[in-house]
T-cell receptor
Framework: AQSVTQLGSHVSVSEGALVLLRCNYS??????LFWYVQYPNQGLQLLLK??????LVKGINGFEAEFKKSETSFHLTKPSAHMSDAAEYFC???????????FGKGTRLSVIA | KAGVTQTPRYLIKTRGQQVTLSCSPI?????VSWYQQTPGQGLQFLFE???????NKGNFPGRFSGRQFSNSRSEMNVSTLELGDSALYLC?????????????FGPGTRLTVL
Protein backbone atom coordinates (compact mmCIF):
# COMPACT_ATOMS: atom_id res chain seq x y z
CA ALA A 1 0.00 0.00 0.00
CA GLN A 2 1.14 3.50 -0.71
CA SER A 3 1.94 5.96 2.04
CA VAL A 4 3.37 9.44 2.34
CA THR A 5 5.33 10.89 5.25
CA GLN A 6 5.83 14.59 5.61
CA LEU A 7 8.48 15.42 8.18
CA GLY A 8 7.44 18.31 10.38
CA SER A 9 3.84 19.32 10.83
CA HIS A 10 4.95 22.94 11.17
CA VAL A 11 7.90 24.71 9.59
CA SER A 12 8.78 28.33 10.28
CA VAL A 13 11.18 30.37 8.13
CA SER A 14 12.17 34.00 7.85
CA GLU A 15 11.14 36.02 4.83
CA GLY A 16 13.85 35.60 2.18
CA ALA A 17 15.14 32.33 3.64
CA LEU A 18 15.18 28.94 1.95
CA VAL A 19 12.02 26.87 2.18
CA LEU A 20 12.49 23.09 2.47
CA LEU A 21 9.48 20.85 3.03
CA ARG A 22 10.22 17.14 3.24
CA CYS A 23 8.24 14.31 1.73
CA ASN A 24 9.04 10.60 1.65
CA TYR A 25 6.82 8.04 0.00
CA SER A 26 6.32 4.34 0.01
CA UNK A 27 5.12 2.70 -3.16
CA UNK A 28 5.53 -0.71 -4.71
CA UNK A 29 5.84 0.76 -8.20
CA UNK A 30 7.33 4.01 -9.53
CA UNK A 31 4.74 6.56 -8.50
CA UNK A 32 3.34 9.81 -9.67
CA LEU A 33 4.13 12.52 -7.10
CA PHE A 34 2.39 15.80 -6.38
CA TRP A 35 2.66 18.84 -4.16
CA TYR A 36 -0.46 20.84 -3.37
CA VAL A 37 -0.92 24.03 -1.36
CA GLN A 38 -3.97 24.97 0.67
CA TYR A 39 -4.71 28.49 1.85
CA PRO A 40 -7.21 29.03 4.69
CA ASN A 41 -10.81 28.24 3.76
CA GLN A 42 -9.82 27.18 0.26
CA GLY A 43 -9.36 23.98 -1.68
CA LEU A 44 -6.07 22.52 -2.85
CA GLN A 45 -4.00 24.09 -5.60
CA LEU A 46 -1.42 22.09 -7.53
CA LEU A 47 2.11 23.41 -7.18
CA LEU A 48 3.88 20.79 -9.26
CA LYS A 49 3.89 17.14 -10.20
CA UNK A 50 6.27 14.42 -11.29
CA UNK A 51 5.15 11.71 -13.68
CA UNK A 52 8.05 10.81 -15.93
CA UNK A 53 11.18 12.37 -17.39
CA UNK A 54 13.30 15.00 -15.67
CA UNK A 55 13.53 14.40 -11.96
CA LEU A 56 13.78 18.10 -11.09
CA VAL A 57 10.35 19.57 -11.48
CA LYS A 58 9.58 23.27 -11.49
CA GLY A 59 6.22 24.52 -10.37
CA ILE A 60 4.34 27.71 -9.79
CA ASN A 61 5.34 30.55 -7.48
CA GLY A 62 9.05 29.65 -7.65
CA PHE A 63 8.72 26.21 -6.07
CA GLU A 64 10.54 23.14 -7.29
CA ALA A 65 10.95 19.53 -6.19
CA GLU A 66 13.33 16.72 -6.99
CA PHE A 67 12.31 13.09 -7.34
CA LYS A 68 14.99 10.87 -5.78
CA LYS A 69 14.11 7.25 -6.34
CA SER A 70 17.01 5.91 -4.25
CA GLU A 71 15.85 7.96 -1.27
CA THR A 72 12.11 7.62 -2.02
CA SER A 73 11.87 11.35 -1.54
CA PHE A 74 10.21 14.30 -3.23
CA HIS A 75 11.20 17.34 -1.17
CA LEU A 76 9.79 20.77 -2.01
CA THR A 77 12.06 23.81 -2.07
CA LYS A 78 11.94 27.52 -2.76
CA PRO A 79 15.07 29.67 -2.63
CA SER A 80 13.49 32.70 -0.99
CA ALA A 81 10.34 32.63 1.13
CA HIS A 82 7.68 35.29 0.73
CA MET A 83 4.98 36.20 3.20
CA SER A 84 2.37 34.99 0.73
CA ASP A 85 3.84 31.46 0.91
CA ALA A 86 2.36 30.96 4.37
CA ALA A 87 -0.09 28.08 3.91
CA GLU A 88 -0.44 24.33 4.37
CA TYR A 89 1.41 22.09 1.95
CA PHE A 90 0.50 18.53 1.06
CA CYS A 91 2.56 15.89 -0.66
CA UNK A 92 0.60 13.18 -2.50
CA UNK A 93 1.31 10.00 -4.39
CA UNK A 94 -0.56 7.79 -6.79
CA UNK A 95 0.51 4.56 -8.38
CA UNK A 96 1.04 4.42 -12.10
CA UNK A 97 -2.40 3.06 -12.52
CA UNK A 98 -5.96 3.91 -12.01
CA UNK A 99 -5.68 4.87 -8.36
CA UNK A 100 -6.58 7.87 -6.23
CA UNK A 101 -4.23 10.27 -4.50
CA UNK A 102 -2.80 9.33 -1.12
CA PHE A 103 -1.87 12.42 0.88
CA GLY A 104 0.61 13.12 3.62
CA LYS A 105 -0.58 14.78 6.83
CA GLY A 106 0.52 18.19 5.61
CA THR A 107 3.09 20.77 6.71
CA ARG A 108 2.04 24.21 7.82
CA LEU A 109 4.52 26.82 6.64
CA SER A 110 4.83 30.07 8.57
CA VAL A 111 6.88 32.96 7.19
CA ILE A 112 8.25 35.47 9.67
CA ALA A 113 8.90 39.05 8.64
CA LYS B 1 -12.45 28.07 -17.88
CA ALA B 2 -14.44 28.05 -14.71
CA GLY B 3 -12.97 25.96 -11.92
CA VAL B 4 -14.53 23.20 -9.88
CA THR B 5 -17.55 24.46 -7.99
CA GLN B 6 -19.07 22.94 -4.88
CA THR B 7 -22.36 23.73 -3.24
CA PRO B 8 -23.18 24.55 -0.60
CA ARG B 9 -19.99 25.97 0.88
CA TYR B 10 -21.18 25.58 4.46
CA LEU B 11 -23.69 23.25 6.00
CA ILE B 12 -24.87 22.59 9.54
CA LYS B 13 -26.78 19.42 10.30
CA THR B 14 -27.72 17.42 13.39
CA ARG B 15 -26.93 13.83 14.17
CA GLY B 16 -29.10 11.32 12.37
CA GLN B 17 -29.92 13.60 9.46
CA GLN B 18 -28.72 13.06 5.93
CA VAL B 19 -26.96 15.48 3.62
CA THR B 20 -26.26 15.83 -0.09
CA LEU B 21 -23.27 17.73 -1.44
CA SER B 22 -22.88 18.79 -5.04
CA CYS B 23 -19.85 19.18 -7.29
CA SER B 24 -19.61 20.60 -10.79
CA PRO B 25 -16.33 19.69 -12.49
CA ILE B 26 -14.35 21.75 -14.93
CA UNK B 27 -16.00 21.69 -18.33
CA UNK B 28 -14.84 18.64 -20.28
CA UNK B 29 -13.59 16.75 -17.23
CA UNK B 30 -15.13 13.31 -16.85
CA UNK B 31 -13.47 12.09 -13.65
CA VAL B 32 -14.68 13.36 -10.29
CA SER B 33 -13.17 12.33 -6.96
CA TRP B 34 -14.27 13.11 -3.43
CA TYR B 35 -12.05 13.51 -0.38
CA GLN B 36 -12.75 14.10 3.30
CA GLN B 37 -10.42 16.40 5.23
CA THR B 38 -10.33 16.40 9.02
CA PRO B 39 -7.70 17.66 11.49
CA GLY B 40 -7.19 14.18 12.89
CA GLN B 41 -7.22 11.98 9.80
CA GLY B 42 -6.08 14.46 7.18
CA LEU B 43 -7.16 14.00 3.58
CA GLN B 44 -8.83 10.69 2.87
CA PHE B 45 -10.21 9.41 -0.42
CA LEU B 46 -13.92 8.65 -0.51
CA PHE B 47 -14.67 7.61 -4.08
CA GLU B 48 -14.13 8.40 -7.72
CA UNK B 49 -16.55 8.47 -10.61
CA UNK B 50 -15.73 8.32 -14.30
CA UNK B 51 -18.40 8.46 -16.98
CA UNK B 52 -21.15 7.83 -14.41
CA UNK B 53 -19.46 4.71 -13.01
CA UNK B 54 -17.81 4.39 -9.63
CA UNK B 55 -14.26 3.40 -10.43
CA ASN B 56 -12.60 3.52 -7.03
CA LYS B 57 -13.84 3.52 -3.48
CA GLY B 58 -12.07 4.38 -0.25
CA ASN B 59 -12.46 2.80 3.13
CA PHE B 60 -15.61 4.52 4.35
CA PRO B 61 -18.85 3.00 5.64
CA GLY B 62 -21.83 2.49 3.40
CA ARG B 63 -23.45 5.64 4.82
CA PHE B 64 -21.27 7.49 2.34
CA SER B 65 -22.45 7.21 -1.24
CA GLY B 66 -22.17 9.11 -4.44
CA ARG B 67 -23.24 9.30 -8.03
CA GLN B 68 -22.35 11.03 -11.24
CA PHE B 69 -24.68 12.37 -13.86
CA SER B 70 -24.34 12.34 -17.62
CA ASN B 71 -23.05 15.92 -17.58
CA SER B 72 -20.28 14.78 -15.17
CA ARG B 73 -21.72 16.66 -12.23
CA SER B 74 -21.47 14.61 -9.07
CA GLU B 75 -23.23 14.38 -5.75
CA MET B 76 -22.27 12.68 -2.56
CA ASN B 77 -24.70 11.69 0.15
CA VAL B 78 -24.10 10.94 3.79
CA SER B 79 -26.94 9.29 5.65
CA THR B 80 -27.45 9.01 9.41
CA LEU B 81 -24.91 11.69 10.19
CA GLU B 82 -22.51 11.23 13.08
CA LEU B 83 -20.48 13.87 14.92
CA GLY B 84 -17.33 12.45 13.36
CA ASP B 85 -18.61 13.29 9.89
CA SER B 86 -17.85 16.95 10.55
CA ALA B 87 -15.22 17.76 7.97
CA LEU B 88 -14.30 19.65 4.84
CA TYR B 89 -15.44 17.66 1.82
CA LEU B 90 -13.40 18.32 -1.27
CA CYS B 91 -14.26 17.46 -4.82
CA UNK B 92 -11.64 17.18 -7.54
CA UNK B 93 -11.97 16.74 -11.27
CA UNK B 94 -9.52 15.58 -13.93
CA UNK B 95 -9.72 15.47 -17.65
CA UNK B 96 -9.36 11.88 -18.78
CA UNK B 97 -8.60 8.67 -16.99
CA UNK B 98 -7.14 10.22 -13.88
CA UNK B 99 -3.91 8.29 -14.26
CA UNK B 100 -1.24 10.87 -13.55
CA UNK B 101 -3.68 13.54 -14.60
CA UNK B 102 -3.81 16.62 -12.48
CA UNK B 103 -6.75 16.69 -10.11
CA UNK B 104 -8.21 20.16 -9.77
CA PHE B 105 -9.90 20.81 -6.47
CA GLY B 106 -12.92 22.85 -5.58
CA PRO B 107 -13.15 25.09 -2.51
CA GLY B 108 -14.90 22.40 -0.50
CA THR B 109 -18.06 22.11 1.54
CA ARG B 110 -17.61 22.58 5.28
CA LEU B 111 -20.04 20.22 7.05
CA THR B 112 -20.69 20.64 10.75
CA VAL B 113 -22.68 17.97 12.55
CA LEU B 114 -24.18 18.98 15.90
Amino acid sequence: AQSVTQLGSHVSVSEGALVLLRCNYSSSVPPYLFWYVQYPNQGLQLLLKYTTGATLVKGINGFEAEFKKSETSFHLTKPSAHMSDAAEYFCAVSDRGNTPLVFGKGTRLSVIA
Amino acid sequence: KAGVTQTPRYLIKTRGQQVTLSCSPISGHRSVSWYQQTPGQGLQFLFEYFSETQRNKGNFPGRFSGRQFSNSRSEMNVSTLELGDSALYLCASSSTTGVGDTQYFGPGTRLTVL
